[in-house]
């Protein structure tokens, strides 16, 4: 799976954390998921159990941080690395 395929499919599951509060975004690389959307703690954990599945990945709990998150490339780059072991 290349970069732009797990961006997309990474999008797919934020916006559906927004669609749940029944609000639209547009998410790029450089968005902040927690300055800028405003995701709370709950979101976040939904976040990462369903990047967890749909990537086949494990993500460590001492790995969540607002700079894995802020912004989102950071997030898909620690999801290709994951991917790669």
């Given at each position: 799976?290349n970069r732009s395929e797990i961006l997309?499919?990474?999008?797919?599951?934020?916006?559906?954390?927004?669609?749940?509060?029944?609000?639209?975004?547009?998410?790029?690389?450089?968005?902040?998921?927690?300055?800028?959307?405003?995701?709370?703690?709950?979101?976040?954990?939904?976040?990462?159990?369903?990047?967890?599945?749909?990537?086949?990945?494990?993500?460590?709990?001492?790995?969540?941080?607002?700079?894995?998150l802020s912004p989102v490339s950071n997030?898909?780059?620690?999801?290709?690395?994951?991917m790669e072991m």
């Open positions: 799976m997309k499919k990474l999008a797919e599951i934020i916006k559906g954390i927004f669609k749940e509060r029944g609000e639209q975004v547009e998410i790029t690389e450089q968005a902040d998921l927690i300055e800028e959307l405003k995701l709370d703690s709950m979101e976040v954990v939904t976040i990462m159990v369903k990047a967890e599945f749909e990537f086949d990945i494990e993500i460590s709990e001492e790995d969540i941080s607002d700079t894995l997030l898909v780059d620690y999801i290709e690395k994951r």
